[in-house]
């Protein structure tokens, strides 16, 4: 057979390594297909209601008070200057309108991050880790046959009973990757808010600058 080791009086055959070489394949590819955002449609729809009224809240002295008077101009016009940035008040509020305006949607994405990554995707590492070990067992007991049985001479038998022993580790190391990869996958996720914030604060930058522009004139009209 192709691939086999051919050793003494048989061979043997890597069918096991390939198999297992398979499994982790096919695991990779159904991580590949989880849907971050499998709700994107119905969350876009609530926070599209929710973003009106963030940005009506922004001029508010109070964003949190409906029935706030508005900002002064001198504060209105620091907070554009900063293009929508944290801005902290001498009366002891701080602005932050981008912040503001992701934070609701963070939230509604997290519902949807949390359940895919947190649980989804971690449903594939038990029957994955269970797949390593049950390859890696038959392997070794292949290993240990075709060496134990009369395939070899007593003295490749025994240099190949130590290398099995030093072996059995890397059943252990396969499964803390797969751990390590699930964990990665969700960190990388839980990190998107950075850059969704600096995404989204790039393409508010040239609005924000417009509105200083006129803001002037109809801040108070």
């Not at 600058?209 to 006129?214: H, S």
Request: glycine share 6%.
């Amino acid at each position: 057979m192709q691939g086999d080791w051919i050793l003494g009086k048989g061979s043997l055959s890597n069918r096991e390594p390939q198999k297992l070489d398979g499994l982790i394949k096919g695991y990779h590819e159904d991580m590949i297909k989880f849907d971050p955002f499998p709700d994107y449609v119905d969350i876009l729809t609530r926070f599209r209601k929710e973003r009106v009224a963030i940005i009506e809240s922004w001029p508010r002295r109070n964003p949190e008070d409906a029935s706030s008077k508005n900002m002064s101009w001198v504060t209105f016009e620091a907070i554009l200057k900063r293009d929508g940035g944290l801005f902290k008040t001498t009366y002891g509020v701080t602005y932050n309108w981008i912040e503001s305006l992701l934070v609701p949607l963070m939230e509604l994405i997290y519902d949807d991050w949390d359940r895919v990554f947190s649980f989804e995707l971690a449903k594939i590492e038990h029957p994955m880790n269970l797949a390593i070990r049950t390859v890696w067992k038959k392997y070794v007991k292949e290993m240990k046959d075709y060496f134990f049985n009369g395939a070899c001479n007593n003295q490749l038998a025994m240099l190949a009973d130590e290398s099995i022993s030093g072996i059995g580790n890397i059943q252990e190391e396969l499964c803390f990757r797969v751990r390590d990869v699930i964990n990665d996958l969700r960190d990388e996720a839980l990190g998107a808010k950075d850059a969704l914030m600096d995404t989204t604060h790039s393409h508010m930058v040239p609005i924000f600058r417009k509105c200083l522009e006129y803001s002037k004139f109809i801040y108070h009209v």
